[in-house]
């Protein structure tokens, strides 16, 4: 698992490097429109003449915005999604010291393993990734310390609850990440999934890390789900849907859903 550290490191690198490239790309299109109102303004004065460096720079700037997102797509391209079955609890436990190194010292990691919880099938290199991802945002939201609680439990899903549209009736893994930290105002929970969005400081947060364990979990037809107010902690719970190979356990006593946070 020294693996999955790299690997985290890896995705905030590359987290940063699209940041960068979202902010490169804004101020080339930025580049283009001015150009383009100049030469709006050249020719509303006639001056056609002078329209011919505005054109060039407009132009340089479209091919340079062309080439960055190729590079996206390049990275795009470069992470395959692999489904295997999962032991959640076996991960979870293999993951403790990295989870321990990424909420740092001031907070307490506690873990509440359901005992002979359900096998699920998703890419477990992305599963490690989302769950050190959580880690990190639950030290975030409590600089002065705090506790982390993961837990797991089984869950079957009714197909009723409005909160879990996005899922299919069936058997689910839920894996909790609770925090005692700052919480979110509903302004935030609403839009803490939309790619690039962050309330953290320039430089320290790259607003990619839950858009990320949104497509991981709408990818293993799952999905995410934040439990948060303001002042209250915040919960993230991530379904994963069950998959048992024939030689797992029987299944587990089925635990109904803590009800939400208030
Ligand atoms: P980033 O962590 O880079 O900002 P994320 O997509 O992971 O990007 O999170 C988006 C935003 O959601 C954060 O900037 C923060 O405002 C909020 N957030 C995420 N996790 C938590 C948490 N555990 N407690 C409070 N706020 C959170």
């Known amino acids: 698992t020294e693996d999955a550290l790299r690997q985290a490191q890896k995705m905030e690198a590359i987290g940063q490097l699209t940041g960068g490239i979202a902010h490169d790309f804004n101020n080339l299109l930025q580049g283009i429109s001015g150009s383009l109102d100049l030469i709006q303004t050249r020719i509303a004065q006639g001056r056609l003449a002078a329209v011919g460096p505005f054109l060039k720079s407009?132009?340089?700037?479209?091919?340079?915005?062309?080439?960055?997102?190729?590079?996206?797509?390049?990275?795009?391209?470069?992470?395959?999604?692999?489904?295997?079955?999962?032991?959640?609890?076996?991960?979870?436990?293999?993951?403790?010291?990295?989870?321990?190194?990424?909420?740092?010292?001031?907070?307490?990691?506690?873990?509440?393993?359901?005992?002979?919880?359900?096998?699920?099938?998703?890419?477990?290199?992305?599963?490690?990734?989302?769950?050190?991802?959580?880690?990190?945002?639950?030290?975030?939201?409590?600089?002065?310390?705090?506790?982390?609680?993961?837990?797991?439990?089984?869950?079957?899903?009714?197909?009723?609850?409005?909160?879990?549209?996005?899922?299919?009736?069936?058997?689910y893994v839920v894996i909790r990440v609770r925090d005692t930290g700052h919480g979110m105002p509903a302004s935030v929970v609403e839009r803490a999934f939309e790619p690039f969005f962050t309330t953290k400081p320039a430089g320290q947060g790259t607003g990619l890390g839950l858009s990320m364990i949104y497509g991981f979990a709408r990818q293993s037809k799952g999905t995410v789900r934040i439990l948060s107010a303001s002042g209250e902690g915040t919960t993230v719970e991530l379904y994963l849907p069950r998959h048992d190979r024939a030689d797992t356990a029987p299944p587990p006593d089925m635990t109904a859903p803590e009800p939400p946070r208030r």
């Open 58 to 171: 407009a132009s340089a700037s479209a091919t340079r915005a062309t080439a960055l997102t190729h590079r996206l797509l390049a990275f795009a391209r470069r992470q395959p999604i692999d489904p295997r079955p999962v032991q959640v609890n076996g991960l979870i436990e293999n993951l403790r010291s990295l989870l321990r190194r990424s909420c740092g010292e001031a907070v307490q990691l506690e873990l509440g393993l359901e005992q002979g919880l359900w096998g699920t099938l998703c890419d477990s290199n992305q599963l490690e990734n989302a769950l050190l991802n959580l880690a990190i945002n639950a030290r975030d939201a409590m600089p002065d310390g705090g506790g982390l609680l993961i837990t797991t439990a089984g869950f079957r899903h009714a197909g009723r609850d409005p909160a879990l549209r996005d899922l299919d009736a069936g058997d």
